[in-house]
């Protein structure tokens, strides 16, 4: 009797120790707890501060004494609306914008399939070759294309005297700058597109071309029905992933031209950039970051939206 | 009731310590003086090398070691920034004038007008007149001392100017433009003269050569018309494609190749010819810059401060002392080819007997400062893009000038 007794006891115990449902349903928290602390203190917050900073003059004096920061409102954004190098900054994002972002994801797809014909040895190779751009440091980029670009001394140039042709100012002609430039940032960037898109292809099961090809389908037909909608998600993510760090453009134009020649490569970013840390205006460079993170995050929302759309 | 009292008193009490000890550290220096055995930190400008080397003399002399960390000049806004936002700065850094404002307005700097009496070598007397303490200072303040100076003279090459017949560097403006023009007809490709893009003190020289300045009551003004003399000689040179338009145009290849036989620069460049084109010896020559009303020139170079926050005030001042005396500068000079400030050090003979430092210190005598007010960086962009867009992009002239205008004095309200 008392064994029985006891051992209900236990087991009743036991039931009474379960863990609450509430418990197990923290678990994920606690899981996500520290990479959320981490993106709430660097990312969230900042976006506060720099919003609430827009709203104040603090410049390099106010940071040595923060009894000279005074809040003036939205006196930041109307200065920015009226200045014209703002909005040729935004206009020249947006122009980096269209010519970048299909060139890349267009080309780096092709260059993907192509790669991915074969994994001889050779067209291994030749993948290590088109991801190198992504790892090089972008100083010893500028250092190079800047004397490929070089209007007195640049091979490019050297290379058009020899076939007759008029010297290119790469860099110096405001239309021809902007599409140099956007040409760096694409030879760069193509080397990270290529390997999500090497990865995806490689994930489509080889039994879906062997179908194809028992049904009579050619090597066009296999592409354009079977590998490009099977990567429809990899496209997509590029896509919102290249968009995001070109409407972010900086480095190439930072370290080529520093924006100029008159403002003809100045993106948001360097626009940016050069009122905060160049001019010590950070209130004015805050409210500038705050318009570039408003229209980043409408267009990627816009994006999120279209392919919901899409797959409902 | 009591503890309010009690509290009030403390905080008396600790104010007239404060004061006390104030008193005392401004004006009984020189006990505290060889107390203070530091070490001291100094950021300087790009090479670090040649200042430790210096130093090690004044740690032999004084028992006093210093530490110095080199600033690249890309660097140094950044640098200020986060010293100022921290307050974790040096003991003493070097400035370049530009960014003079900058560190000012920081409130950075410690006001040494206090120790100057105790300090001799910070006396502005003893320094350059360009360079006056009432010209690098705000009102009644020392925030800094001049340590090292450059100046912009014309380089020409000889060989290039004798074969094209001009047997003397041009000494005016219309010399100037002539000779410029000569030298373009040699060829396609060939130019007379380099104006760099990025070059904002230029349009200001022209300003002051045509007799005017671009400051008026305290403010930057570009509505003279010795300004509108200068933009139209500085306009002309495109005009008449006597310069390369290229953004990239190297300006130390151009004159090393030949492509553009007259520069406006400083002795840095003639420490860069001679580094990389030790053939050319002979070849080339500096004289001072031509004159329209006058034949002033831009005053460079950096100042040494003490920042607002060290520790160690009293060594720093003893190292800002040694730097100022004639046998550190010459020092300076031999080690890092950066001209003295000090007259004493000028009037050397080892400089003296140099015909190109002659000119050199010839020009510093007719130099001036650029603007040193906080929004220069601003102004001068705007009046850079605006000069650009207008030989660069075709803008017209008057409307750019008049839109400039207005954009400066937005700037400053």
């Given amino acids: ?312 | 009731m009591k503890n309010r009292y009690m509290k009030q008193f403390t905080a008396m009490g600790l104010f007239a310590v404060a004061l006390w000890t104030a008193a005392c550290g401004g004006g009984t220096n020189t006990p505290t003086a060889s107390t203070d055995k530091g070490p001291i930190q100094i950021w300087t400008m790009e090479d670090s090398t040649a200042f430790t080397a210096l130093m090690q003399d004044f740690t032999t002399k004084t028992g006093i070691p210093v530490q110095v960390e080199a600033v690249p000049w890309g660097n140094v806004n950044d640098k200020l920034t986060t010293a100022v936002a921290s307050g974790n700065g040096p003991d003493l850094m070097q400035i370049g004038l530009s960014l003079l404002p900058s560190f000012e307005s920081a409130g950075a700097l410690l006001d040494l007008s206090p120790y100057v009496k105790d300090h001799p070598g910070l006396q502005s007397s003893n320094y350059l007149s360009a360079v006056a303490a009432d010209k690098i200072n705000p009102s009644g303040k020392v925030l800094s001392v001049p340590w090292v100076s450059d100046v912009r003279v014309l380089f020409y090459r000889t060989d290039i100017l004798g074969a094209a017949g001009i047997s003397s560097p041009p000494s005016t403006w219309t010399q100037f433009h002539d000779d410029a023009a000569v030298l373009a007809q040699r060829g396609k490709g060939k130019f007379g003269y380099y104006i760099p893009q990025w070059d904002s003190a230029l349009p200001v020289e022209f300003t002051w050569e045509a007799g005017g300045n671009v400051m008026q009551n305290g403010k930057v003004t570009f509505e003279t018309p010795q300004f509108k003399a200068a933009a139209d000689f500085y306009i002309s040179f495109y005009k008449d494609k006597l310069v390369p338009t290229a953004s990239d145009f190297d300006q130390a290849q151009g004159f090393i190749s030949g492509t553009a036989p007259m520069v406006i620069s400083g002795p840095y460049l003639a420490a860069a010819i001679k580094g990389t084109a030790p053939q050319l010896d002979g070849k080339w020559n500096v004289t001072t810059l031509p004159r329209n009303q006058k034949g002033t020139s831009l005053f460079a170079g950096s100042n040494m401060g003490i920042w607002a926050k060290s520790k160690h005030v009293d060594a720093s001042l003893r190292l800002l002392d040694y730097l100022a005396q004639s046998s550190a500068q010459l020092a300076w000079y031999k080690a890092a080819n950066e001209l003295p400030t000090a007259k004493t050090a000028l009037a050397d003979p080892t400089l003296t007997s140099d015909p190109m430092v002659k000119t050199y210190t010839n020009q510093l005598q007719d130099a001036q400062l650029l603007p040193l007010v906080p929004k220069w960086d601003k102004i001068s962009q705007a009046l850079l893009d605006s000069l650009n867009s207008i030989v660069l992009k075709g803008a017209d002239e008057t409307s750019t000038l008049a839109s400039l205008n207005a954009t400066v004095s937005s700037l400053q309200t």
């Fill in chain 1, 1 to 312: 009797m008392t064994v029985t007794a006891a051992r209900q006891e236990a087991r009743s115990r036991l039931v009474a120790f379960r863990p609450p449902r509430l418990r197990t349903s923290l678990v994920p928290y606690v899981l996500v707890g520290p990479a959320l602390l981490l993106l709430v203190t660097f990312s969230v917050l900042s976006i506060f501060v720099a919003a609430a900073v827009s709203l104040t003059n603090l410049d390099i004096s106010g940071l040595a004494n923060f009894g000279a920061v005074r809040f003036i409102g939205l006196g930041n954004y109307q200065t920015m609306f009226s200045d014209p190098a703002f909005w040729e900054a935004l206009g020249n994002t947006a122009f980096f914008v269209l010519i970048g972002v299909p060139t890349l994801v267009i080309g780096s797809l092709i260059i993907a399939i192509a790669l991915n014909f074969s994994r001889s040895r050779f067209f291994r190779a030749l993948r290590a070759f088109y991801f190198v751009p992504a790892i090089t440091a972008i100083v010893a980029i500028s250092l190079i294309w800047g004397n490929l670009y070089n209007s007195q001394f640049g091979l490019l140039n050297w290379l058009l005297s020899l076939i007759g042709r008029d010297p290119v100012q790469w860099l110096t002609d405001p239309t021809i700058a902007k599409l140099s430039v956007a040409l760096v940032a694409i030879w760069r960037g193509s080397g990270l597109d290529i390997i999500i898109f090497l990865a995806a292809l490689q994930a489509i099961p080889p039994e879906y071309y062997e179908a194809a090809a028992v049904d009579g389908a050619n090597e066009w037909q296999k592409i354009f029905r079977i590998t490009v909608p099977l990567m429809r998600f990899a496209i997509f993510f590029v896509t919102v992933t290249t968009l995001i760090s070109w409407m972010q453009f900086f480095d190439e134009p930072y370290v080529l031209t520093q924006g100029g020649p008159v403002h003809a490569t100045t993106s948001m970013s360097l626009y940016i950039y050069q009122q905060g840390f160049r001019y010590d205006e950070f209130g004015f460079a805050s409210a500038a970051s705050i318009v570039l993170f408003a229209i980043i995050a409408i267009v990627t929302a816009l994006q999120l939206r279209a392919r919901l759309e899409s797959d409902a």
